[in-house]
């Protein structure tokens, strides 16, 4: 019988061995050393590519992982842990649809792989495919009750659906079987509709020191504990934990703020003037709801999505993926093809996005689009979707990024330092004045502050903009029970607070990210 590290030496497969072990504990420096020495000597090795596609994916050298692993798969066409890889990879690219097909393949060839169940319930949960992801979570903890990730999944879907004292139940049995389980420390402190005590505080810190808990314990941790100091007026404490946790994760990847605003140009560039789109207002049901995360984009979505003629659907990955179809059949990135684009083609991804999300209309006439970043597909989507509604949402600066800051946030490496944070504020700033320059009655900028203040004006604001007649319900959104799936999924469900700053209660602190953002030091 032959075993994925045939034909290697002893030596390289000690290493192989030891790369796979620093990669399942998150640490990818560790994991290229051990592998470099063996990729010279066995580069078609397919369980070298693996580990390779592996680290490159850790990186964020998605395209090159993808890549890397298809090699190996084909090496090993029926490995049901090379499908299992390549489904992770290519859920770390954005691929999601991609995804979900090779780890159903993982589960047909090894149905007994609790971690491939679970992997397809991450990927279910990011298409927004929820009561598929609950069935497959399930199958993943029935076939391994000791399965941590899992387990604390499904307690974030009981969060989603506003059941927060059972899922404050599951994370602390989570907690009390591994101590160092960083999800279920995390969404215990994300839940906020309670304090983390002294003993937690404890707890975490004991937490942090123990061997088993991986890189990816440890930045869950750390936010959680940052959240703890901060209930307990302990500022400085939670930014040094804050720090610490957002330096593990740079050490696996870091952000080229200065690349990113460039290509954002170019962006911009390329849908200026904006190109012949599709004809009519094709799009009309759509309301997208964009900008940075903690701009109050989740409030704005709970209160559209209690009017009787909107469903609230969340973070759906569907702009994108039909973004990354095209780009496939033209065999270019995007936007390299938009300049050979002609209406019936942006007519036909118009047409192609509203097909994948036809479901999100069989109850209700209009849907929410609640994806933050697609703020940077704003002219793709004027092209293809000319019909559709478009809400920036815009909070103070320092709020903003300082929330980011905190927020435990997936992929979203660009929130691991305040000049990398402050850098992509005004790369989306500029961008959403942009387009609401050049599209006033489909591109609506919507002030987070403005809205504590009077919001009954803005609300009607919000409707009459987007062509919906004004209903009551609006305003007490916070009744609304829908499933909400956002860090501020307990905070749309209890009435608007006058003020939600944070920033002044660490004062000086904060100094470096003003200085970040061109703002004036803290002046008490």
């Excluded at 936007?335 to 209406?343: K, L």
């Excluded at 980011?404 to 790369?427: H, I, M, P, V």
């Excluded at 700033?429 to 009077?454: I, N």
Aim: glycine share 6%; proline share 5%.
């Amino acid at each position: 019988m032959t075993t994925r590290l045939d034909g290697l030496t002893v030596t390289a497969a000690q290493h192989v061995v030891a790369a796979g072990q620093a990669l399942d504990a998150g640490r990818v420096d560790q994991a290229s050393h051990y592998l470099s020495s063996v990729t010279a000597i066995f580069p078609d090795h397919p369980e070298v590519l693996r580990m390779l596609a592996g680290i490159q994916g850790m990186r964020g050298e998605h395209r090159e992982s993808v890549r890397t692993m298809r090699r190996a798969l084909a090496l090993r066409p029926d490995d049901a842990g090379y499908h299992n890889t390549l489904g992770t990879l290519l859920g770390q690219s954005g691929e999601y649809d991609a995804a979900i097909s090779a780890l159903q393949r993982t589960c047909e060839l090894q149905p007994d792989m609790a971690m491939a169940w679970y992997n397809l319930g991450v990927m279910l949960v990011r298409s927004v495919r929820n009561e598929e992801a609950l069935r497959v979570l399930q199958r993943a903890v029935a076939l391994a009750p000791d399965h941590m990730q899992a387990r604390a999944l499904l307690a974030d879907m009981l969060r989603m659906r506003g059941e927060t004292e059972q899922a404050a139940a599951e994370y602390r049995r989570v907690i009390a079987e591994q101590s160092w389980a960083g999800m279920a420390w995390w969404g215990l402190a994300d839940l906020r509709t309670t304090r983390l005590d002294e003993k937690d505080i404890q707890q975490m810190q004991q937490a942090l020191r123990q061997p088993a808990a991986s890189d990816d314990d440890l930045m869950a941790i750390g936010f959680a504990l940052a959240k703890a100091y901060d209930d307990t007026g302990l500022y400085a404490e939670s930014l040094a934990a804050l720090a610490t946790a957002n330096e593990i994760a740079r050490r696996r990847r870091t952000w080229d703020r200065k690349g990113y605003s460039t290509a954002i140009s170019s962006l911009n560039a390329v849908f200026t003037p904006p190109p012949a789109g599709a004809p009519g207002e094709l799009g009309e049901e759509v309301i997208f709801i964009v900008g940075l995360p903690r701009s109050g984009s989740t409030l704005v979505e709970q209160i559209l999505a209690s009017h009787s003629l909107v469903n609230g659907v969340g973070e759906l990955p569907d702009l994108p993926q039909v973004l990354a179809e095209e780009s496939r059949r033209c065999g270019q990135p995007f936007p390299r093809w938009v300049n050979a684009m002609q209406p019936a083609d942006w007519e036909r991804l118009g047409r192609r996005y509203l097909e994948r999300t036809t479901h999100w209309r069989s109850s209700k006439p209009r849907f929410t689009d609640k994806l933050p970043g697609n703020w940077i597909y704003l002219g793709a989507i004027r092209a293809m979707l000319p019909g559709a509604r478009i809400i920036g949402c815009r909070r103070d600066p320092l709020e903003t990024c300082f929330s980011c800051y905190r927020q435990r946030l997936d992929n979203n490496e660009y929130t691991r330092s305040f000049d990398d944070l402050a850098s992509f504020w005004r790369d989306c700033d500029r961008s959403l004045q942009h387009w609401q320059t050049l599209h006033p009655a489909h591109v609506l900028l919507h002030d987070y502050e403005a809205m504590l203040a009077d919001p009954a004006t803005r609300i009607r604001q919000l409707l009459e903009f987007c062509d919906l007649p004004f209903e009551e319900a609006c305003l007490r959104f916070h009744e609304n029970t829908r499933e909400v799936r956002s860090p501020s999924a307990t905070q749309v469900r209890q009435p608007l607070m006058s003020n939600t700053a944070r920033a002044p209660r660490y004062g000086a602190l904060l100094d470096p990210l003003r200085a970040a953002l061109g703002l004036p030091e803290w002046n008490k």
